[in-house]
């Protein structure tokens, strides 16, 4: 029998699927998951993801790190650096640790990590294949977890969601009507994304564009740029290999 896979819209709906029987995908497209799998694609030792900033703070006291977050899109107080992909080439990240808090994305982790979530990965489109051969080669049930804004359902995470279930629904029981929904939404997206979330309005995308990240919402959309899977494991974000 093919494993199942659901998809949460929300992370105020992850209690309603069995996180302890699926690999969790933390999706968190503008822009935690697509900045996660570029510094970690660009050589960053690990990262280490918390859920709020006073933590990532006293992370940074306590060891030689680059400690860096946003909260509504911008970097937050306290902290040198944001949640910009462009920040973490590889002529700055590469070797270092980065502990990571971002308004959505970290907090969804935690919260599949107290759920009890079998394996915890990172999904985006700038590591789309990674994370579909990845689901495939497993073979074991898995929840599209999407961080939207604030408990509120966005485009963006329902459209990498889509994108997944598109390049690997033949091998998965889809008895779930979010995850229809996700996959119906990228068919008429996958042409061209951007040109999409410009014309559905999406709130996200003109947050991001307000303060001038029209490059960084293309980078986060554009498929396989940071091709690897980060995979959580012991409180650390690393590369797993395929």
């Known amino acids: ?112 990590i107290e759920k009890g979530a079998a394996k915890i990965i990172t999904g985006s489109f700038p590591n789309l294949s990674a994370v579909c051969d990845y689901l495939i080669a497993q073979q074991h049930n898995v929840i599209l977890a999407c961080a939207a804004w604030k408990d509120k359902v966005n485009i963006e995470d329902t459209l990498f969601a889509g994108a997944v279930i598109d390049r690997i629904k033949d091998h998965f029981l889809l008895d779930c009507d979010a995850s229809q929904i996700a996959a119906s939404l990228y068919n008429e997206a996958k042409d061209d994304l951007l040109g999409f979330m410009q014309r559905k309005n999406a709130s996200h995308y003109h947050r991001l564009s307000g303060y001038g990240l029209e490059k960084d919402i293309q980078y986060c959309l554009t498929e396989d740029v940071a091709n690897v899977l980060p995979f959580y494991e012991e409180g650390k974000l690393i590369i797993r290999k395929q």
């Open 1 to 112: 029998m093919k494993p199942t896979l659901y998809t949460s819209l929300s992370p105020a709906l992850l209690h309603l699927y069995n996180a302890r029987s699926a690999i969790v995908v933390i999706i968190d497209v503008l822009r935690a998951t697509s900045t996660i799998c570029t510094a970690l694609y660009n050589g960053a030792k690990y990262i280490i993801p918390v859920d709020n900033v006073p933590r990532c703070i006293e992370w940074g006291k306590q060891i030689e790190c680059v400690t860096a977050g946003e909260r509504d899109g911008r970097i937050a107080e306290g902290l040198e650096h944001g949640n910009s992909p462009y920040e973490y080439s590889r002529e700055f990240i590469a070797g270092k640790t980065l502990v990571l808090t971002t308004t959505n994305g970290t907090r969804l982790l935690y919260m599949a």
